[in-house]
């Protein structure tokens, strides 16, 4: 069956850095494009980033545009989001997908 598994979130200050995880299995990863997402307390869920299949083409939201890369390993069914800068605004669950599946989440909290 399809399993995400995210990890790597933690509590960071601002202007510090973290990179998120996500171990997929049981879907063909390498032909997929996978997302990543975030939900903050008493939002709507908000999207980050994308990448394709290939890991040639990347798609960021506005807010993390120039701070967040994301990158993929096929070989090792993983997606990975680099986060720099980060502001207590980017404090959320994140979540790795693709299609209607999703990770459990990860917690990302930014404070001083």
């Known amino acids: 069956q399809v399993q995400l598994v995210e990890s790597g979130g933690g509590l960071v200050q601002p202007g510090g850095s973290l990179r998120l995880s996500c171990a997929a299995s049981?879907?063909?990863?390498?032909?997929?494009?996978m997302s990543w997402y975030r939900r903050a307390p008493g939002k709507e869920r908000e999207f980050v980033a994308n990448?394709?299949?290939?890991?040639?083409?990347?798609n960021y939201g506005d807010s993390v545009k120039g701070r967040f890369t994301v990158a993929r390993n096929n070989a090792k069914k993983m997606v990975y989001l680099q986060m720099n800068s980060l502001e207590p605004e980017d404090t959320a669950v994140y979540y790795c997908?693709?299609?209607?599946?999703w990770g459990q989440g990860t917690q990302v909290t930014v404070s001083s």
């Open positions: 997908g693709w299609a209607d599946f």
């Open positions: 049981g879907f063909p990863f390498a032909i997929v494009d």
């Open positions: 990448i394709n299949f290939s890991g040639r083409t990347t």
